[in-house]
């Protein structure tokens, strides 16, 4: 199979190239990156040293570039599109809605468009959890749960959500839609929860949490949701949305307090900060569709997934230092003259 990965020099991206070309040997895939500050061509030195111009090919672009896209969906003999690329994170959105609203949705839009135009036969959007909304105490996401997005990016992500959709039903172009819980694992960019609580626990740094900590997320490791994304891409139903979750909801400050007790460091380090504006209380992923339609469910507990995942930070402390580039610390600084760090 050829697969055109959008975003995969991302986080999740990298790890979903990984894993087809190492478990399917008839794989080729060609990576369309733009390489934001979240996009690390290091992510994928292995699959490079690898695997090269033979299964792995990379073209340094934007999604939003029509004539490179349709160049590229005419000009290589795709089967299917997996969909990672996207600006994915709230407190930026919060900030700057705009980047968010032209990856993400006219980003998207281009690339449905290009790939009904070339005919291609199965396109795979990747979603999140958050365009659903906010639950109370009580109550699961389903497929089927009224979009309510609370943040820019959510809403972002939810338009692109819709316009895939509407392909489906205008056109009849095979996209599916997945949605996921919050990810962890290998090469997140530590700008999110859990590695930049485990970097600031390691250098002994006051580490932030939001309003009391009581948000409640359901996480799911990244090999997992790589796997549901593969299932969806060879089993799918056209037209279908999949919900693929872990199964493990944790406050963020359980999360916090976890990461201090594995890594050895006291709970004194923690720092509550002026909420988020429009905080999401709680989400949580019923995931019956995807075990009944495509055979997934996950496989990695959050307690072994938690201890691989600060292992791995552990024994790259060189990736970790290289990631942190300058955008990056220039948000940081943002981030705490606004939330009163």
């Not at 407190?91 to 705009?98: A, G, L, V």
């Not at 429009?278 to 055979?295: I, N």
């Amino acid at each position: 199979m050829h697969i055109l990965v959008t975003g995969g020099c991302g986080f999740i991206g990298a790890n979903f190239i990984q894993h087809m070309l190492h478990t399917y040997a008839d794989t080729v895939i060609v990576n369309l990156d733009k390489l934001t500050y979240a996009g690390n061509r290091r992510n994928l030195a292995e699959v490079e040293a690898s695997f090269l111009e033979t299964r792995y090919f990379f073209v340094h672009g934007d999604i939003c570039d029509q004539s490179l896209v349709t160049d590229l969906m005419h000009g290589f003999p795709f089967d299917a599109v997996v969909h990672f690329a996207a600006e994915s994170h709230v407190d930026r959105s919060i900030n700057d809605p705009f980047p968010f609203i032209t990856t993400n949705v006219l980003g998207t839009q281009n690339l449905l468009e290009a790939a009904r135009q070339a005919k291609i036969s199965r396109f795979v959007h990747v979603s999140t959890d958050e365009v659903y909304g906010s639950l109370g105490p009580t109550g699961v996401f389903t497929e089927d749960t009224p979009l309510a997005p609370n943040s820019p990016y959510s809403a972002s992500k939810a338009s692109s959500d819709l316009l895939a959709r509407a392909y489906f039903h205008t056109y009849a172009f095979p996209v599916m839609i997945t949605r996921c819980s919050n990810n962890y694992g290998p090469y997140q960019f530590p700008e999110k929860l859990i590695p930049l609580t485990y970097l600031k626990a390691t250098r002994n740094e006051p580490i932030p949490v939001y309003g009391d900590g009581l948000n409640v997320r359901d996480w799911i490791h990244v090999l997992d949701h790589c796997q549901g994304v593969a299932a969806t891409l060879f089993k799918g139903q056209p037209g279908a949305v999949y919900n693929f979750g872990g199964d493990a909801e944790r406050t963020n400050l359980e999360i916090v307090r976890t990461i201090l007790r594995l890594t050895g460091k006291s709970e004194e380090l923690i720092t509550f900060v002026t909420d988020r504006p429009g905080h999401d209380l709680r989400y949580a992923m019923a995931f019956e569709r995807s075990t009944r339609d495509l055979g997934w469910t996950p496989k990695i507990s959050f307690d072994e997934g938690m201890e691989q995942t600060l292992h791995w930070y552990q024994d790259h402390g060189t990736w970790l230092d290289e990631v942190q580039s300058g955008a990056y610390r220039q948000f940081m600084d943002t981030w705490y003259k606004t939330r009163g760090a």
